[in-house]
């Protein structure tokens, strides 16, 4: 999900080479906030923000986060017990390879209260 303000498009004397930053502003969620809300706080932030003439401030793409999502890794890695059952399971008769464990826990947005933490992986069966 993203959110975006558009603004108006303008014709400006000023090339391409002007100067750019991006920041981050960051929004906790209370119970009765979800991702709409928090926008609308950031939004209302960066409007009362006073700015200089030639300075434009814009809001880009909101998305839910998640601090340290590193800290969910070990929780991760034990739900990935269930490969081993699987062996088990399919008896020794087959090769289980897991590859890409050491990789990022990553956080994806599922919806505007939710977010689901993983850790990209590979799982290679042989015969």
């Known amino acids: 999900m993203s959110l975006s303000v558009r603004e108006e498009a303008k014709f400006s004397s000023y090339g391409s080479a002007s100067s750019t930053a991006d920041i981050y502003l ?4 209370a119970k009765d906030k979800d991702v709409f809300q928090a926008t609308r706080d950031i939004l209302a932030f960066i409007r009362s923000v006073p700015k200089a003439d030639q300075v434009r401030l814009r ?21 990935l017990q269930e490969v081993e059952h699987t062996r088990k399971a399919m008896g020794n008769t087959r090769s289980f390879e897991v590859s890409g464990l050491e990789s990022p826990v990553m956080v994806m947005q599922q919806d505007e209260r939710n977010v689901v933490v993983f850790i990209p992986y590979r799982l290679k069966v042989g015969q």
Do not use: C, D, H, K
């Not at 960051?26 to 969620?29: F, N, T, V």
């Open 59 to 79: 809001l880009g793409a909101t998305s839910l986060g998640l601090e340290e999502p590193e800290q969910y890794r070990s929780r991760l890695l034990r739900s």
């Open 26 to 29: 960051i929004a906790p969620l």
